[in-house]
């Protein structure tokens, strides 16, 4: 089956701080990857995802590229604001166990 | 395309009293999931149905919880006689037949509160 090994949070960072949340999957097969944001109080939504290797997904400036030599899927922003500041989880496709997610506070 | 609906948003209930979590998923989508989240906990998955069909309930407790998602309507979390220590805040997502990547798409969440 597929499995994420996620970095273990709270992560605290000042604002405009560089960010990586590191995410190494093991998976049979070449599954879609995904991270997933958790904003306080809200559920899950989908970031970026990536469907193959050496795909990039990104949006609102994060970026994560599938690197199958590697076997991870890093999420990286150069610039954190304080509304960044959430709950993220990386996710392999077709696996329903999100794990615990790694904590993001940005402070001003 | 109205997202994924869960009511009620909050929920409050009395220990030994029922609690049933309404989800309607997406148009179209026939994938149903239910997850937990206890405060400052990460989400544990619960059941997986398809219409009229459970797929996986391996992260159900064998007592009390029970899951639903007939032909028509909604798909019901029915928690009987409650405890405090079912009190979290209970996501469902929904996701379409056959579709790769299988992206879920998550509510609002019900936030149950066992007094």
């Known amino acids: 089956g597929n499995s994420v090994t996620q970095m273990e949070g709270p992560v605290t960072l000042s604002e405009e701080a560089f960010l990586t949340i590191n995410c190494t999957y093991t998976?049979?097969?070449?599954?879609?990857l995904f991270w997933y944001v958790q904003y306080p109080g809200e559920g899950l939504q989908l970031l970026l995802k990536a469907t193959k290797a050496d795909d990039k997904g990104s949006n609102k400036g994060f970026e994560a590229t599938y690197r199958k030599e590697t076997t991870s899927f890093h999420l990286e922003k150069g610039s954190v604001q304080v509304s960044d500041s959430a709950v993220y989880f990386c996710a392999p496709s077709n696996d329903m166990r999100f794990g615990a997610g790694t904590r993001l506070t940005v402070k001003p | 395309n109205a997202g994924v609906m869960q009511n009620p948003r909050h929920l409050v209930r009395r220990r030994g009293q029922e609690a049933r979590l309404r989800c309607s998923p997406m148009k179209g989508h026939s994938h149903v999931y239910w997850y937990r989240q206890l405060p400052e906990e990460g989400l544990k998955f619960m059941v997986y149905l398809q219409k009229e069909n459970i797929i996986d309930e391996s992260g159900m407790p064998k007592e009390r919880f029970s899951a639903e998602f007939p032909k028509e309507g909604p798909s019901i979390l029915r928690i009987q006689q409650v405890v405090r220590g079912d009190s979290a805040a209970y996501f469902c997502?929904?996701?379409?037949?056959?579709?790769?990547?299988?992206?879920?798409?998550f509510g609002p969440g019900t936030r149950l509160t066992v007094l």
């Open positions: 997502a929904s996701s379409p037949l056959g579709t790769i990547p299988n992206e879920q798409f």
């Open positions: 998976a049979t097969g070449y599954p879609s």
